[in-house]
């Protein structure tokens, strides 16, 4: 009549496999320290198990990085590097995690579409002239970029500034994918206005999926619309040629300011009656101070007591020009004659 109750110790019973979930912020990424997308952030929550096992795989189903963690699975960054630091080739590949419970349930997930890319992504701006003047007088009227990138796979946008050196950017041009090859600026702002005048530089930048940001500057250029600002003067006022050795020259005084270098002048002075009497012509800028001794070309004398035009023309190199007139008055000339006045 003996009976016996036994007991085992206690177990579990799970049919439930362990929980994770896992994404990536973006799948392409470039490792190449500048700064921008150079690591591959994945994260991670999961139940807390005896081990967890991640591991990125290249397109062969090779391990090249893994991480083990006991109890939670955590985030982590992937530098692009395998186990012992070095860099793997480009290319895509994929991540994969899972974790096995006690009761021998188990989960796994993936992240695929990984590209890693570390292809150089250079870029360069030319710039067509050192300078135009965009008034519509069709000589110099615009001014064309060049930009030119080393990889034009992979970029998402690119933008074209024209950076004044003290008030900014003045104008951008962007767009998407190709980089154009050619772009022409009319010398206009944003609000379609003529931009400020003075030195610029252009600026080019290329925005990569991948993370990379290539910038480029263009070589220094002028926006010059204005004509050369000219000052003159004459003393004395009036002059009297007539070799008495009192005021028988003319000192003309001459002033040009420019943004752009000054490429030639002309001066012509006129008779009473608009024909030519004297010219006079250079290249660059013309001599703060020219002396005339009131003759023509033909070495005749000013008449007495008569107005001459004078008419002085400059350009600068961007075809910008200006023409001032002033008169020149020619004093009673007294002609000695032997003890005669």
Known sequence: GDRHRVRTGAFFVDTQPPAIEVSAEYGLFSPDGDGSRDFLPVTQTSSSEELWEGAFLDAKGKAVRSYYWKGQAASLRWDGKDENGNKIPDGAYLYRVKGTDRAGNSATREIRGITLDTRPTAA????SGEGFSPNGDGQADTLDFSPVVTLAEGIQSWTLQMVHAEAGVQKSFSGAPPVPARLSWDGKAESGQPAREGAYQAV??????KGNRPQAQSAAFLLDLSAPQVQMSFSPQ?????NDGVEDELAIALSVK???PVTDWEIRILDPEGHPFVGYAGKGLPAERIIWNGLSDSGELVQAASDYAFRFTVRDQLGNSRTEQKLIAVDVLVIRDGDKL
Request: zero cysteines; hydrophobic letters at 45%; a negative charge.
């Open 258 to 260: 420019d943004l752009s």
């Open 204 to 209: 080019f930048r290329a925005d990569y999926a």
């Open 238 to 242: 009036p002059f009297s040629p007539d």
């Open 124 to 127: 360069f701006l030319t710039v």
